[in-house]
């Protein structure tokens, strides 16, 4: 994984425009940096890097971006459950994480401790079912446990060979999976991929203002960047599962807790059976402010819907697997289904068995 020679050094500073660029050596950024004065006086060129980036993503049809302006929102799970969707409907998918210091894909697609293999056409990526790939840096790790320490030009480095040197084949879709916020790595994979055409991206958030304060840098960003917002998913909406599922307790007035679940439920069945059908839900964060579909109004992109808290969603990912496989999942699965049938329609996608 040795970078070419103009690839960004590893000692440059951070926010470190490339040595191909006009500004190379003169920005603020550069000041101090050990390469300054190399930059400054070096001939510049189109990267050539990108000629190969544009030949591997030719054979790509559509690439969506996932990106939250918070952390914890719930982004990786929103990625690694829109592809289990598209590949369920028999769509070619390739799912990349370029969070590089949190890369979670790997276990949420049950595919901990597998490992890249490279052919003579590049890195392999490591694949849930025969159409459905992951590529992570987390495949790299020789410990799971150890921290990823790069300044930001070893990042876009590593996103650049992920572009450039994974070996997809034929897809129809590309998810890529970004860390929060809108530093380097984002503005990397942007100008990586738009000589590629990007669909867009798809904005995740939770419905309180805390979230959605930086979830509107998130847009404004991709609007300065000219990148189509396909649309905000409001993730978390409110804690949703069916009654028969809940724990229930007693309270002392100590603060003891007695577990009389068992009782509740035994009482449920005899008298009121209806009830455990139910599902009861809960608003966990504050969404008086109208929550993702308001922020989606005031700033004039899409609303896609909202996810419940889902326990058994949290599970699902917790233990690799798709949401959609079993009945488990009665609240969240559905929301789910219905904005990737939204997203698929944004992009004009007929679904495979339809004859796309």
């Not at 992920?162 to 860390?179: H, M, N, R, T």
């Not at 109208?290 to 058994?312: H, N, R, Y």
Request: charged share 20%.
């Amino acid at each position: 994984m040795e970078n070419g020679s103009k690839e960004i050094p590893q000692d440059a500073n951070e926010h470190c425009p490339g040595p191909e660029s006009e500004s190379a050596g003169k920005s603020d950024a550069c000041e101090g940096c050990p390469n300054q004065e190399a930059c400054a006086t070096a001939p510049k060129g189109p990267d050539p890097d990108l000629v190969s980036i544009v030949e591997r993503m030719a054979t790509v049809k559509h690439k969506i971006l996932v990106l939250s302006g918070k952390g914890g929102v719930g982004k990786s799970t929103f990625s690694a459950q829109l592809s289990f969707a598209l590949a369920a409907m028999d769509f070619q998918v390739g799912l990349l994480d370029i969070d590089i210091c949190g890369p979670s894909i790997p276990k949420m697609l049950g595919l901990e401790g597998q490992e890249i293999h490279q052919s003579n056409l590049g890195w392999s990526p490591v694949y849930v079912e025969s159409n459905l790939g992951v590529m992570s840096i987390g495949f790299m790790l020789p410990n799971p446990d150890e921290a990823v320490i790069w300044r930001g030009p070893r990042k876009n480095g590593i996103i650049k060979q992920f572009l450039k040197d994974v070996y997809w084949g034929e897809l129809d879709f590309l998810i890529v999976d970004a860390p929060p916020g809108t530093s380097d790595e984002h503005i990397s994979i942007v100008q990586f991929l738009q000589a590629t055409g990007i669909d867009g991206a798809i904005i995740v958030t939770t419905p309180q203002q805390v979230s959605l304060i930086d979830v509107r840098k998130e847009v404004s960003f991709c609007k300065k960047v000219g990148l189509q917002v396909l649309g905000v998913v409001e993730n978390m909406s409110g804690l949703s599962q069916p009654l028969s599922e809940f724990r229930f307790l007693n309270v002392t007035g100590s603060g003891e807790q007695k577990d009389v679940t068992e009782w509740v439920i035994a009482s449920m069945r005899e008298k009121v059976p209806e009830l455990l059908n139910l599902i009861a839900f809960s608003e966990v964060f504050d969404s008086s402010g109208g929550g993702g579909a308001k922020m989606c109004i005031d700033m004039g992109v899409p609303f896609l819907g909202k996810v419940p808290l889902d326990p058994q969603l949290c599970k699902a990912a917790e233990e690799g697997r798709s949401c959609f496989d079993d009945s488990k999942c009665r609240v969240s699965a559905p929301a789910l289904k219905a904005i990737v049938e939204k997203i698929l329609s944004q992009l004009k996608v007929s679904r495979v068995e339809d004859g796309a």
